[in-house]
């Protein structure tokens, strides 16, 4: 049975009281969707015997159910997953979000944390789900760092993804994560938001090192990073099993693999992002037929604020939900 209606998407209108790259992706961030959510909490054991925790949202039995793998240092509460989830409840979508390991306000037991080109963590995680609700829909949605992951384990895998989720999307996915890390580690982009991340990532590897010492990591060190460079050299790379900080960066961008893809997935990212340049993203002629690039003028980074002040957030979830509808898995 073909699908007959063509998908189309809405265009995104930037709210003109925040003009740029850095007020559209700060503003949401900080000042919008901080209202508490209605999450159940589940801990899962990890392959490698690990913990991480996932949060659920409520929905009807039998519904669609959307997987969200957050960006770096973000989690359940982050303004993105819950606009989705604010409006995939009003479908009666059901929502989940697995957490990376050291994320979600828990510390995992093992020395390794998680990183940019994690899709082993996804593989293991999207399997469980479709084994768990093995007659339901499953969408994945990764943001960001989460995004690359994804974007990643959906090339790897190329037509197996297809037996494990029906169709994905990446949002504001670094996937040159060299040409998006040096982009981190300059201008008012390294005071603003690497100082950030920074700021939780160091204390958790302090922590860690208290759990679990480790040769290869030296804290003295550690704590004199001013840059993403720095940090995924000393801490990121040696913690997961690359040589370097560049052996990193280059083995874990999921740009190199984009080709592979065979699942419907969209990849949305503004133009204006200050995290990622945008001569670093893919062109659509080099895309497979099944990947759709929406690449909107504005947005900033993982922004896409609409609307008179205080702003709305519905343009993201609302097309992201759109996509997800039409690659439904059609009646036999």
Not at 302 to 321: A, E, H, M, R
Request: glycine share 8%; aromatic share 10%.
């Amino acid at each position: 049975m073909a699908r007959e209606k063509k998908l189309v998407f809405t265009e995104f209108q930037a709210a003109k009281w925040l003009p740029g790259g850095h007020a559209q992706t700060i503003y949401p961030a900080l000042f919008m969707w901080r209202r508490a959510a209605r999450y159940r909490r589940e801990a899962w054991v990890t392959p490698d015997l690990d913990s991480i925790v996932v949060d659920w949202t409520a929905g009807r039995a039998g519904t669609p159910l959307i997987v969200l793998f957050h960006g770096l240092e973000g989690s359940s509460h982050s303004h993105y997953a819950l606009s989705l989830f604010t409006q995939a409840y009003k479908q009666g979508w059901r929502g989940a979000v697995p957490h990376f390991r050291t994320c979600g306000n828990v510390q995992n037991r093992l020395p390794r944390a998680y990183h940019a080109g994690d899709s082993e963590e996804i593989n293991w995680i999207l399997r469980r789900m479709r084994k768990g609700f093995p007659d339901s829909p499953i969408f994945a949605v990764g943001v960001s760092l989460g995004g690359n992951a994804l974007l990643k384990w959906l090339g790897e895998q190329g037509a197996a993804a297809n037996m494990v989720i029906d169709a994905a999307a990446a949002i504001s996915a670094p996937m040159d994560l060299t040409a998006s890390g040096n982009q981190l580690d300059q201008g008012i982009n390294r005071h603003i938001y690497t100082r950030n991340f920074l700021s939780t990532l160091r204390y958790k590897t302090q922590l860690k090192l208290k759990l679990n010492e480790n040769p290869y990591i030296d804290w003295q060190q550690v704590k004199q990073v001013k840059t993403m460079r720095e940090f995924d050299h000393l801490v990121t790379a040696p913690l997961h099993g690359f040589h370097s900080v560049d052996h990193y960066w280059r083995s874990a961008s999921s740009k190199q693999v984009l080709s592979q893809i065979t699942l419907p997935t969209l990849i949305i990212n503004a133009l204006n992002d200050p995290f990622i340049p945008a001569a670093s993203l893919p062109h659509q002629h080099d895309m497979p037929s099944c990947v759709k690039l929406l690449q909107p003028a504005e947005g900033g980074h993982v922004g896409f604020v609409s609307g008179t002040p205080p702003g709305k957030l519905t343009w993201l979830p609302d097309n992201i939900l759109r996509f997800f509808q039409y690659h439904l898995p059609l009646p036999r």
